[in-house]
């Protein structure tokens, strides 16, 4: 499927409420993420003013969540870009395949939190923008 930043969404987990404090729990078998997650990490101690991705992944699909804090993810197709605030903790967004994607606006604290389909592979990586564009033709 060639993906476009309109097949990205935002998906809404479930949240156990509890005045001790909440929990949200995310399971392969629910199949609340459209794709079974691999690899799990999450980004923090992130400086101000700092900003993060300015790749894309030729197959990996990912679902991130502002575990804590908030965040702004933007999302390009080589057409269309799209800009998405993160800031609640029960709140993913879906990331298909095939998206160049930067995330900036981090609060101070913020967690960044990601679902992924696979382990880490450098080779899935397009990091060169003018890349990206000719992979984007190709499709
Ligand atoms: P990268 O995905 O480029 O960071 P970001 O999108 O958050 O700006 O990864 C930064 C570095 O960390 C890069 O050298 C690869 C390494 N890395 C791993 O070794 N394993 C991982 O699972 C991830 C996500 C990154």
Known sequence: MISSVYDSTIIE????HNIAGNITAIDNADKMVPFD??????LYDIPGGE??????????QQ?????????????????????FNLSRPYLGL???SGLWR???NFSS??????LASHCYSEQDYIRDYGDFKVFREKL
């Open 13 to 16: 987990l479930p949240k156990i």
């Open 102 to 104: 930067e995330l900036d």
């Open 63 to 83: 679902l991130i969540i502002a575990a804590s804090g908030s965040f702004d993810i933007t999302l390009d197709d080589g057409k269309t870009k799209r800009t």
């Open 37 to 42: 997650v691999s690899r799990i990490y999450y």
């Open 94 to 96: 879906y990331m298909p």
């Open 109 to 114: 604290g913020a967690i960044c939190l990601v």
């Open 51 to 60: 900003s993060r991705g300015a790749h894309a992944h030729k197959e990996l």
